[in-house]
């Protein structure tokens, strides 16, 4: 496959996560995961404590960035979808370039 | 899915802390062997859909929702090493920025949705190819039902955390059972999302796929 086609699926894979995360996330449900519907149901829910950066303004998806839910989601997934991006493609980059006597290397 | 601080004690949190840094250094050693360049803004865009696929919860049962763990799916598109290395990735930016899933319950969340997630049900993903059909339904079937099972035995590797150092006295078979129980039931999302993503990256570009042998797409990126 070319080059052009390559950029082309990426843009729209790009664009199609950050649909999910600021768009669709809006209708998310609310009710608790299955884990900590466990966690309720079994009644060792009392034992989760505050977590480290729960007073950052993006702990819970942004609950503290503003007074809309609406725009919170849409911050903390625009950014939390671009984060994973940039995590993500780094550390295969750095693990490939301290790593380039594969098989596989140059191929681009 | 996501363990909060303090459901499992401390020294247990560490001791998978630890053993989820080996695997992670060992899983990224691994992809870097088999990933090239062209890949790696493949491997950079699941993890960026993963993440906003898992802000997308759907209701499962009255009071309960489920999100996609997206492991099997990873597995399924960039190998199952560079899988759980998305998953850890995702899983650090949740913690450290989003509050979802505890800074001590890092290592007991990669060892669940990274390695038993995305390699597990990866190696689940093998057998059912061995079996099925050998035909795009088949690989798109196996990757589903895979996904799905993934799932719960996820949940269950919470259960085998909680025997080890669970922090509350509420015994572990009821614990099990009902981990095990709702997580089935989750597991049908998980099933249906990856089935359709897969299903739809298979039809239009299956040389993109990982985990496609060669009766569904011509390798030509990981043989290059």
Known sequence: MNEQSNRRLFVVGVMVAIGLAVGVSQFASSEADGLEYVAQQEGFAETAQDHAVSGSPFAGYGEGVSDSGWVNTAVAGLLGTLLTLGLGSGVFWIARRTRGDGPLHGSG | ?224
């Open chain 2, 1 to 224: 899915m996501h363990i909060p601080d303090g459901f499992i004690n401390g020294p247990t949190s560490a001791g998978f802390g630890l053993a989820a840094a080996g695997g992670l250094a060992a899983a990224v050693r691994q992809t870097s062997r088999y990933l090239n360049e062209r890949q790696i803004p493949l491997a950079g865009l699941v993890a960026a859909f993963v993440f906003a696929a898992q802000m997308v919860n759907f209701p499962v049962i009255s009071g309960m929702s489920g999100h996609l763990l997206g492991g099997v799916l990873a597995a399924v598109l960039v190998g199952p090493w560079a899988g759980f290395v998305i998953l850890s990735v995702v899983l650090v930016v949740q913690g450290v920025f989003f509050a979802d899933g505890g800074l001590s319950a890092l290592g007991l969340n990669v060892i669940n949705m990274g390695l038993i997630g995305a390699v597990g049900g990866y190696a689940i993903y093998r057998v059912l190819l061995r079996i099925f059909p050998k035909n795009h339904r088949g690989l798109v079937a196996a990757a589903g039902i895979a996904s799905g099972l993934a799932v719960p035995l996820s949940a269950l590797g919470f259960a085998g955390q909680y025997a080890i150092g669970g922090a509350s006295a509420v015994s572990l078979g009821a614990v099990f059972i009902a981990l095990l129980g709702t997580h089935l039931v989750i597991g049908v999302g998980e099933g249906i999302i990856t089935a359709l993503v897969i299903g739809a990256v298979v039809q239009s570009r299956p040389d993109l796929v990982y985990g496609a042998p060669e009766y569904v797409g011509f390798r030509t990126e990981v043989l290059a």
